[in-house]
């Protein structure tokens, strides 16, 4: 049982979790342009397996980058509502909310705090009542501080709920002020739902994992469980923007989960594909002629067959290749572009703050190309 | 002066290493192209592990799982900075494949314009010669 300090800077962790889900696509992205690099002939022996490997380590990266981007928001969605409902925190699954949070701020976008993030007008709503006689005066009385609890979150669930309507009545050009983090949450909403409407299933796994887990069951006993369960079955049937983020989880572990199988079984598919295609080129194309043996029927189908294969590989010249590796490099180089930019925007740094943090991470172990000699080769690509 | 009979012999023997001479295989270009993508994706890789790093310190909350948090980042960053070694590894073993093919292909030419203008000599003389 921990019971040491525990901080959270949300704006911090959501920047977090923004850039970890932003360079997961963008390692993604790498790992799929190097495992599709074409070999020329006349490369060394190993230089594919090390292709396939630094492929594999990537995505590996890609997924865990996702992984702690989504446990990153968690955390900070959990840290608003901890200090929403003030003292029924403890009623919080996980460990780490045992203790109310210090340090919570509301976040902020140019100054100004974010009216739109999840509980924001409860949280000012707790503050106030704190700062309030009557809050000072039922600092320690416990049937006041369980009503005011209770009130709270009741505001933040019909806060989150109205918040929720609003965004999902936000059409194209439609009523409400226009205001790109409504634009945002609406889209999450929708895309959160769609997700949910099509896998009820995964949706209700997801949902179930997302209250306390059996975990909770095993450490602290059943009173404990089956508190943190109500709590949360409350706070889901109030909080539609709950669902969306139980949805938008799900939808990106079900992606996840999706992808190891699809590996797994991608040579499978890949065999059966080839097996029908070509059952049925030789099919058409290569019917059995009268009089003809199977031997000698096989041996023409292999004939043919090779020589398909010769012309294939020829079609593929080497200009060809080049032209896609040149493809590559132009949206390798693009792909770094967007990536400085987006943790840019995402970390609120300015782009020599960002170029400074870059640096000295890449002093500690990173050595990447000299500039004069990456310039040295975006010259020759352009040429 | 040598004999007729001396320059065909002569002629026919650098005829004989021409057609022997073999041009040497590989795709010169594509290799080329190949580490240029590779430096390129290593450069791409090793920043994003750059950036990875910056997240852990720009994530502020103390509290059990910050522990775990650290090493999970680390160990994606070690992750991707072993890739970034791999692919600049790669493309340095291209290079050196670049350099050689480059220096056999120019070796190849110098030998054939030295046979080939050897053989429009001989065959000059040859014909002074009769």
């Known amino acids: 049982m921990t019971t040491g300090k525990v901080e ?7 920047a977090g979790a923004r850039s970890a889900a932003t360079l997961g696509k963008a390692v993604s992205g790498s790992a799929r342009r190097v495992s599709g690099l074409p070999i020329p002939e006349g490369a060394p022996p190993d230089v594919a397996g090390a292709l396939q490997s630094a492929s594999s380590k990537l995505n590996g990266a890609s997924l865990a980058l996702s992984s702690q ?6 955390q900070a969605q959990l840290a608003l509502l901890a200090d929403a409902i003030g003292p029924f925190v403890f009623l919080l699954t996980p460990p780490l909310l045992r203790a109310r949070p210090v340090a919570v701020r509301l976040p902020v976008t140019k100054g100004k705090p974010d009216l739109w993030a999840p509980g924001a007008l409860a949280d000012a709503l707790s503050t106030y009542i704190d700062k309030s006689k009557f809050g000072k005066a039922s600092a320690h009385n416990p049937a006041n501080q369980f009503s005011i609890g209770f009130g709270v979150k009741f505001v933040s669930s019909l806060e989150d709920l109205g918040k929720a309507v609003i965004a999902l009545g936000r059409g194209p050009g439609g009523p409400i002020v226009k205001n790109d983090q409504t634009v945002r949450l609406r889209q999450d909403y929708i895309d959160g739902l769609k997700w949910a409407a099509k896998h009820p299933g995964d949706f209700a796994k997801s949902a179930a994992g997302s209250f306390a887990s059996a975990d909770e069951y095993k450490k602290h006993g059943i009173n404990r469980g089956l508190g943190a369960n109500g709590f949360d079955a409350f706070s889901m049937f109030f909080g539609l923007g709950e669902i969306a983020t139980v949805a938008k ?3 990106a572990a079900g992606k996840t989960a999706k992808l190891a199988p699809s590996h797994q079984t991608s040579r499978t598919v890949a065999n059966t594909a080839r097996a029908q295609a070509d059952n049925a080129s030789s099919a058409v194309l290569h019917p059995k002629r009268p009089g003809e043996t199977d031997a000698e029927f096989r041996l023409r189908e292999e004939a043919h067959a ?17 032209q896609r590796l040149k493809d590559r490099l132009a949206e390798s180089t693009r792909a770094r572009n967007e990536l400085i930019a987006k943790l840019q925007s995402d970390l609120h740094k300015t782009p020599a703050e960002i170029r400074l ?20 080769h975006r010259k020759e690509a352009h040429r | 002066m040598s004999s007729a009979a001396e320059i065909s012999h002569a002629l026919v023997a650098a005829q004989r290493r021409l057609g022997g001479l073999t041009e040497p295989k590989g795709d010169l270009e594509g290799l080329k192209a190949l580490e240029l993508a590779l430096r390129s994706e290593a450069d791409t890789v090793g920043t994003e592990a750059g950036s990875a790093a910056v997240i852990s310190g720009s994530v502020g909350f103390v509290g059990p799982g910050r522990n775990m948090f650290d090493a999970q980042v680390s160990s994606v960053v070690g992750a991707m900075r072993n890739a ?14 670049v350099t050689k093919l480059t220096g056999e292909i120019k070796e190849y030419k110098r030998e054939h314009a030295r046979l080939t203008s050897q053989v429009a000599s001989l065959r000059m003389q040859l014909k002074n010669a009769r």
Request: charged share 25%.
């Open chain 1, 357 to 376: 943090a870059l640096a000295k991470a890449a002093a500690t172990s990173v050595v990447t190309e000299p500039p004069k000699h990456a310039a040295q």
């Open chain 1, 249 to 251: 989880t799900a939808r």
């Open chain 1, 306 to 322: 090779a020589d398909q294969a010769t012309t294939k590989s020829r079609a593929e010249t080497a200009e060809a290749i080049e």
């Open chain 1, 8 to 14: 959270f800077d949300v704006p911090s962790m959501q």
């Open chain 2, 84 to 97: 970034h070694h791999q692919l600049e590894s790669a493309a340095r073993r291209v290079n050196q494949e």
């Open chain 1, 69 to 74: 981007g989504r446990w990153l928001n968690t």
